[in-house]
């Protein structure tokens, strides 16, 4: 398997170095002309803003700077197309100063999933204390298993911001044992809201924000419909997210792309194949070359094949219950997606990236960008060393992300907002006759059962885990 996996990667170098090499050679004489140093930024290309307008929308664009200072990097040549930039970020190392500490976490029924926390390196201390008042950020990675260099970049520059990353491993993705034949659906977020109430057990003074990575957007986005208002988080925010899943998987990829996904997805199953036997039809599965025949052969089936055991579910009738904008309406909390026009993972921007619901949902915000491949927004970071760094070839410590910094902002900014908004409701309620020392004492007591509303879970925590059997390590 490790074999095919580079005879891939090859195959992807050769099609693309010579466009390229032919991109690198034509910035070159352009920064010449211009009279730019080698390695230096291109000019800054002001993302497009769609959102429907809101007091909200206009406080983001006054307090998010990130949101109009957009500056791709240009000069190496794995950088030349959209497709190397996207494959660098997702297959590429990363030698940052984060390492993560693994909760398995043993669920209703008896099925695990893994909570990795993000500490930094020099940490001696293995566990964040349950007394912290630092905001939690969830991060929801892709779908096919893989801990790509994004999330890592992305939980290294959280926790310089203050936050505790915490990635959310689905059932046998990333080394996650598999203790049950049951597997996760695209788009049911059951298991991420077992997750989410144990991450508000552990860290119960601190806020919880959300971020999902490319087809990761579609369990979070399942799970903020489903749970509207009960949700537990602050804000959310998607990185070149998939929309239209059911036909993202029925039109495909392009053609290397795909088969390079789907031989690392069936090679994370194969750990499982006896077991997933019991179940499905294995040799179907494993034959499959196409994202769509693998989804199939794990979940529902067609009308030219026997359904797997215990599974009645056809094609459309299973994206009727995984698509994850079916429920977009019941969404309560701001949700930004930041993507880009040449990303080769979505597709085509106009049918892809569904315009009407920024226009019309005033919880959803849209930053688009001319370039920035599939989660690959990098930057040159400001540093006195910067253009020799950038004539050097770089490294990661010279380059940020521009994504990570802007849903930061966008957080911060979406937070500060509703407080301000929640003290000028209070003030005027006082002003309408509520003023003074005993009156001030009855506004706070009323505040709790009816000025604000209280999120309700809709299960007892202690009821629904039993610690004694849970799995730690």
Not at 61 to 75: E, I, L, M, N, Q
Not at 400 to 410: D, I, R
């Amino acid at each position: 398997m490790l074999e095919w996996l580079i005879v891939v990667s090859i195959v992807i170098l050769v099609v693309f170095l010579w466009p390229g090499a032919c991109f690198c050679r034509t910035g070159q004489m352009m920064n010449a002309l211009l009279g730019k140093k080698p390695g230096s930024d291109v000019t800054p290309d002001p993302p497009a803003y769609v959102c429907k307008p809101s007091a909200l929308a206009n406080y983001l664009v006054k307090h998010c700077r990130s949101f109009t200072d957009y500056c791709p990097r240009a000069g190496w040549t794995c950088r030349a197309s959209a497709v190397l930039r996207s494959v660098r970020e997702a297959c590429g190392p990363y030698g940052g100063a984060v390492q993560f500490v693994r909760d398995h976490l043993q669920l209703s029924d008896e099925g695990l999933v893994a909570l990795d926390w993000a500490v930094p390196s020099y940490q001696r201390r293995r566990r964040t204390s349950s007394h912290s008042h630092s905001p939690v950020l969830l991060v929801v990675p892709n779908s096919f298993g893989r801990i790509t260099r994004n999330v890592k970049k992305l939980c290294e520059t959280a926790l310089l911001h203050g936050y505790l990353p915490v990635v959310f491993n689905r059932r046998g993705h990333n080394g996650t044992p598999l203790t049950s034949v049951k597997l996760q659906q695209f788009g049911d977020p059951s298991d991420l809201r077992e997750a989410v109430r144990y991450i508000r057990y552990r860290q119960p003074a601190g806020r919880v924000y959300a971020v999902s990575e490319s087809t990761g957007a579609g369990l979070l986005l399942s799970y903020l419909g489903e749970c509207g208002s009960s949700s537990y988080v602050t804000a959310a925010a998607c990185l070149s997210p998939v929309f239209r899943c059911q036909s993202w998987f029925e039109k495909g990829l392009w053609g290397p792309l795909q088969w390079g996904i789907a031989l690392y997805q069936k090679t994370g199953l194969s750990r499982y194949r006896s077991a997933l036997g019991q179940t499905i039809q294995t040799e179907r599965l494993f034959s499959s070359s196409s994202l769509r025949g693998i989804e199939e052969a794990l979940f529902c089936h067609n009308s030219t094949t026997a359904p797997p055991t215990g599974s009645g579910l056809s094609w459309d009738a299973y994206w009727e219950h995984n698509e994850p904008l079916r429920d977009v309406d019941e969404v309560a909390i701001p949700v930004l997606s930041v993507c880009a026009k040449d990303d080769p993972v979505r597709g085509d921007a106009k049918s892809t990236i569904p315009l009407e619901l920024f226009e019309s949902n005033p919880h959803f915000f849209l930053l688009l960008t001319n370039r920035g491949g599939h989660c690959s927004f990098a930057t040159a970071s400001h540093s006195a060393h910067g253009d020799a760094a950038a004539s050097n070839g770089g490294t990661d410590r010279q380059e940020s992300n521009w994504s990570h910094k802007t849903v930061l902002e966008f957080f911060r900014a979406s937070t500060d907002f509703f407080a301000a908004e929640e003290r000028s409701k209070q003030l005027a309620a006082r002003r309408r006759g509520l003023g003074g020392v005993s009156s001030g004492r009855a506004f706070r007591d009323r505040s709790i059962s009816t000025c604000k509303r209280v999120l309700a879970c809709s299960h007892n925590i202690h009821a629904f885990y039993n610690w004694q059997r849970s799995y730690t390590r």
